[in-house]
Structure formats: structure tokens, C-alpha cells
């Protein structure tokens, strides 16, 4: 089956939010929402997320999950403000306890902050499926860029978050914690082993040089032909040493420590202290 996919470029974050809808019906799925978030004034926005709501509320649509490849780093989750409006489930791999214990740790959360994926309604494993109305979606696990990363096979499409980016761009980085660039490795062969014919919708573009338009879906085939990083058949070692030295000149995403925050709860905030005031914490040199 050949779903809708209706795509929301968020160029402040150069994340694709995308809708992804039966072909033959009303049932829908968001993935990788994003929550506006101004860090010099701590303030949120919900502009791109009020830009899905409106999109799914005018075509009529049922919205059934809200779903996320990964803890993202670089943007904080709408989820659970989409879930209030309109409905769904929240669903995440179900390695998130490794990032939740990971950085629960670098930011001193102590005991009340569950480390078993509770915070989510869904916790999806390697071989799992789920459906969109009619539409059967299947749950690889794609770790390297984090221990959690998954990728949505949905009918020809498939959704992989930040392990794959656009063929002139490459992959993802392996450097945060829990990273792995030979788990990634084995990860995109995963993906590549798939029918050439699919279609990949990554999770973020930046223009690759010389690119002048943004870009976000290509294809299996394109990958493995036209891939810089790991297509044209190179080697896990080749590779594995490209990525590991790239990722050691790479500076830290600009919203890494809010995401990372908000996004291992689900996109919901920590809570309040006694004076009824959020706080974001700042662990200094702990990233």
C-alpha cells in the first residue's frame, strides 16, 4: 500500500514533521513533531505543531498514533500537545529506558523520574507492527545515532529519523551517548535491504553544498547507489572511520540540552518547583 505522506519543513530546527495518512481512508499518524522553543527566553511555541493540527482537523482526519524515530537532540517534541487536541498514542522504541537512565544520570534527575518508558503509551521492539486504519506499519530497530532510533516501515515508505539523511549528505552522528558508528552501520544495512522502490523520508535536511533547494524523500536505490557516506558499497571500516573522525570536529546541537529534557519525557516538562516554576537544567561540562 502507498500511503499519503503530507511533509512540514520546520526550517529553524531543519526538521520534517510528517502526516501520514491511509491511501483509502481517514486514519493518520504523525512523526517527529516539533514544539517551537526560543532558548534565550525560555519561551515555547506551538506554531509548527498548530500547522499539523490545522492540516489534519481541515482534511478530516483520525489521528491514531503520534510517533517518534528517536530522542531527538536537536528539537523538542509536540507530542503531547498534538495527543491533547486531537487524540492518538504516543509510541517510541523501546530502548528509550537506556536514554532515559543515560540522561537521567547527566542531569541528576533522581528518583522521580521513571526510567522505564512509562511516559510513553507505546514502546515498540524490533518486529512489531502497527496499524493506520487499514495500513500496517513495521518497527525496525536502527540504533548508532542513539540506542533507541527506530525506523517506521510504512507500506513503500519508510521513516528513518536521523540514521539516514538525504544521499548527498549521509548519516548521522554517532557521538552522543550510547552512540555507536558500527551500530549505525549494521543499522543502514537494515534499511538498504529493503526494496529499492521504497521511499525514505528522513528526519532533517540542511542543504547539502551545492544544493540549493531543501530536500527530504529519495529512495532505497538512491542510498545505496548515490549515498556519500555508506553507498557504492563501502566497507563497515571505511565507514566507521570516516564517521568517527567527522563526528569529532562536529559542535553540540544548539537546543541539545533542552531536547534531550523534554524529549525522554515524552515532550512533556519537568515538573514544577515549589515556587510553581519549570526549570531546564544546565549540566555544565557534562555534555
Known amino acids: 500500500m502507498t500511503p499519503t505522506v503530507q511533509s512540514f519543513f520546520d526550517e529553524a530546527t531543519n526538521t520534517i514533521t510528517y502526516v501520514v495518512i491511509e491511501p483509502q481512508g481517514k486514519a493518520c499518524a504523525v512523526i517527529d513533531s516539533v514544539l517551537d522553543f526560543d532558548y534565550a527566553s525560555g519561551h515555547t511555541d506551538t506554531r509548527s505543531a498548530d500547522l499539523v493540527i490545522a492540516y489534519i482537523q481541515e482534511h478530516g482526519l483520525d489521528l491514531q498514533w503520534i510517533l517518534e524515530t528517536h530522542v531527538h537532540a536537536d528539537h523538542l517534541s509536540a507530542a503531547p500537545y498534538i495527543q491533547e487536541r486531537l487524540g492518538g498514542k504516543i509510541g517510541i522504541g523501546d530502548r528509550i529506558t537506556v536514554v532515559q537512565d543515560t540522561f537521567g544520570k547527566i542531569f541528576n534527575e533522581g528518583t522521580r523520574f521513571q526510567r522505564d518508558g512509562s511516559q510513553f503509551d507505546q514502546l515498540f521492539r524490533e518486529g512489531d507492527s502497527f496499524h493506520i486504519g487499514q ?56 534499511i538498504m535491504a529493503l526494496p529499492d522502490e521504497t521511499r525514505i523520508f528522513v528526519g532533517h535536511d540542511y542543504k547539502a553544498p551545492g544544493r540549493d533547494e531543501f530536500a527530504w524523500e529519495t529512495t532505497v536505490g538512491a542510498q545505496k547507489a548515490l549515498n556519500i557516506h555508506v553507498g557504492a558499497g563501502k566497507s563497515r571500516e571505511e565507514f566507521v572511520a570516516m564517521r568517527e573522525s567527522r563526528d569529532a570536529t562536529l559542535a553540540m546541537p544548539r537546543l541539545i540540552i533542552p531536547s534531550l529534557q523534554v524529549n525522554m519525557r515524552a515532550g512533556q516538562m519537568p515538573e514544577p518547583e515549589d515556587n510553581g516554576q519549570v526549570y531546564l537544567k544546565v549540566p555544565v561540562n557534562g555534555l
Not at 518497527?139 to 538525504?166: E, I, N, R, S
Open 135 to 190: 495500513l500496517r506499519g513495521d518497527v525496525l530497530h536502527t540504533p548508532g545515532h542513539t540506542p533507541a532510533c527506530l525506523t517506521y516501515v510504512v507500506g513503500d515508505a519508510a521513516f528513518v529519523g536521523d540514521t539516514l539523511f538525504m544521499p548527498d549528505f549521509g548519516t548521522a552522528r554517532c557521538d552522543f551517548p550510547g552512540g555507536s558508528a558500527e551500530a549505525l552501520f549494521d543499522s543502514v544495512q537494515k
